[in-house]
Protein backbone atom coordinates (compact mmCIF):
# COMPACT_ATOMS: atom_id res chain seq x y z
CA UNK A 1 0.00 0.00 0.00
CA UNK A 2 1.26 3.19 -0.93
CA UNK A 3 -0.33 6.49 1.23
CA UNK A 4 0.38 9.89 -0.31
CA UNK A 5 0.13 13.41 1.32
CA UNK A 6 1.19 17.12 -0.08
CA UNK A 7 -0.05 19.11 -2.92
CA UNK A 8 -2.59 21.75 -3.49
CA UNK A 9 -2.77 25.17 -4.93
CA UNK A 10 -0.06 27.14 -5.49
CA UNK A 11 1.27 30.44 -7.77
CA UNK A 12 3.30 30.03 -10.70
CA UNK A 13 6.88 29.68 -9.51
CA UNK A 14 5.98 28.37 -5.99
CA UNK A 15 6.81 25.10 -4.50
CA UNK A 16 5.52 22.05 -2.98
CA UNK A 17 6.57 18.96 -1.60
CA UNK A 18 4.64 15.29 -2.41
CA UNK A 19 5.34 12.27 0.18
CA UNK A 20 4.25 8.78 -0.36
CA UNK A 21 4.66 6.55 2.54
CA UNK A 22 5.10 2.59 1.62
CA UNK A 23 3.57 0.09 3.90
CA UNK A 24 2.90 -3.90 3.77
CA UNK A 25 5.83 -4.87 1.68
CA UNK A 26 9.66 -3.99 1.78
CA UNK A 27 10.14 -0.58 1.01
CA UNK A 28 13.79 -0.60 -0.16
CA UNK A 29 13.54 -3.78 -2.57
CA UNK A 30 11.43 -1.73 -5.23
CA UNK A 31 12.12 0.65 -7.75
CA UNK A 32 9.68 3.71 -7.03
CA UNK A 33 8.23 6.43 -9.74
CA UNK A 34 5.97 9.47 -9.77
CA UNK A 35 3.51 9.92 -12.60
CA UNK A 36 1.04 12.51 -12.91
CA UNK A 37 -2.46 13.02 -15.04
CA UNK A 38 -3.73 15.66 -16.45
CA UNK A 39 -7.33 15.50 -17.51
CA UNK A 40 -8.33 13.93 -20.56
CA UNK A 41 -4.37 11.93 -20.58
CA UNK A 42 -2.71 9.24 -19.71
CA UNK A 43 -0.87 8.65 -16.94
CA UNK A 44 2.63 9.91 -17.71
CA UNK A 45 5.91 9.41 -16.00
CA UNK A 46 7.40 12.28 -14.31
CA UNK A 47 10.21 10.93 -12.27
CA UNK A 48 12.04 7.79 -11.08
CA UNK A 49 14.23 6.33 -8.56
CA UNK A 50 16.26 3.29 -7.66
CA UNK A 51 15.79 1.04 -4.81
CA UNK A 52 18.87 2.71 -2.89
CA UNK A 53 18.18 5.99 -4.24
CA UNK A 54 21.62 5.99 -6.11
CA UNK A 55 20.11 6.73 -9.56
CA UNK A 56 17.52 9.06 -10.51
CA UNK A 57 15.42 9.77 -13.59
CA UNK A 58 13.12 12.69 -15.06
CA UNK A 59 11.01 13.87 -18.14
CA UNK A 60 13.05 16.75 -19.42
CA UNK A 61 9.97 18.86 -18.70
CA UNK A 62 11.10 18.74 -14.67
CA UNK A 63 14.63 18.58 -15.14
CA UNK A 64 16.58 21.28 -12.75
CA UNK A 65 13.04 22.06 -11.19
CA UNK A 66 11.51 18.09 -9.38
CA UNK A 67 13.77 16.39 -7.57
CA UNK A 68 12.56 12.78 -6.27
CA UNK A 69 14.18 11.04 -3.37
CA UNK A 70 13.38 8.31 -0.75
CA UNK A 71 14.33 7.60 2.82
CA UNK A 72 14.28 3.65 3.37
CA UNK A 73 14.15 4.05 6.73
CA UNK A 74 11.12 6.17 6.86
CA UNK A 75 9.58 3.87 4.02
CA UNK A 76 8.86 7.12 2.30
CA UNK A 77 9.37 8.46 -1.01
CA UNK A 78 9.58 12.54 -1.89
CA UNK A 79 8.82 14.59 -4.73
CA UNK A 80 10.07 17.84 -4.11
CA UNK A 81 8.46 20.57 -6.63
CA UNK A 82 10.45 23.86 -7.30
CA UNK A 83 9.36 26.84 -9.94
CA UNK A 84 6.07 25.33 -10.73
CA UNK A 85 4.20 26.12 -13.92
CA UNK A 86 0.77 25.97 -15.00
CA UNK A 87 1.25 23.08 -17.21
CA UNK A 88 1.99 21.15 -14.10
CA UNK A 89 -0.66 21.12 -12.86
CA UNK A 90 -2.42 17.15 -12.85
CA UNK A 91 -2.76 14.78 -10.41
CA UNK A 92 0.16 13.07 -8.85
CA UNK A 93 0.53 9.21 -8.38
CA UNK A 94 3.38 7.85 -6.44
CA UNK A 95 3.99 3.97 -7.61
CA UNK A 96 5.71 0.63 -6.87
CA UNK A 97 7.24 -1.21 -9.73
CA UNK A 98 6.14 -4.55 -10.50
CA UNK A 99 9.51 -7.22 -9.37
CA UNK A 100 11.29 -8.31 -12.57
CA UNK A 101 9.90 -4.88 -14.81
CA UNK A 102 12.23 -3.20 -16.56
CA UNK A 103 11.15 0.29 -17.79
CA UNK A 104 10.40 2.38 -14.56
CA UNK A 105 9.01 5.10 -17.25
CA UNK A 106 6.01 2.50 -18.36
CA UNK A 107 2.58 2.70 -15.97
CA UNK A 108 2.23 -0.83 -17.07
CA UNK A 109 5.54 -1.36 -15.14
CA UNK A 110 3.99 -0.55 -11.82
CA UNK A 111 1.42 -2.32 -9.87
CA UNK A 112 1.04 -1.21 -6.52
CA UNK A 113 0.06 2.87 -6.61
CA UNK A 114 -1.15 5.81 -4.44
CA UNK A 115 -4.61 7.58 -4.07
CA UNK A 116 -2.95 10.19 -6.07
CA UNK A 117 -2.86 13.91 -5.05
CA UNK A 118 -3.81 16.89 -6.93
CA UNK A 119 -1.16 19.72 -7.85
CA UNK A 120 -3.16 22.91 -9.22
CA UNK A 121 -1.00 26.32 -10.45
CA UNK A 122 -3.20 28.49 -11.54
CA UNK A 123 -2.65 30.39 -15.04
Known amino acids: QLAQSGGGSVQAGGSLTLSCVGS????????LGWFRQAPGRQRDFVAG????????DYIDAVKGRFTISRDNSKNTLYLQMNSLKPDDTAVYYC??????????????????WGQGTQVTVPT
Open 95 to 112: GRQLRGAHDGRLAVSYGT
Open 24 to 31: GFTFEWYY
Open 49 to 56: ITETGDAT
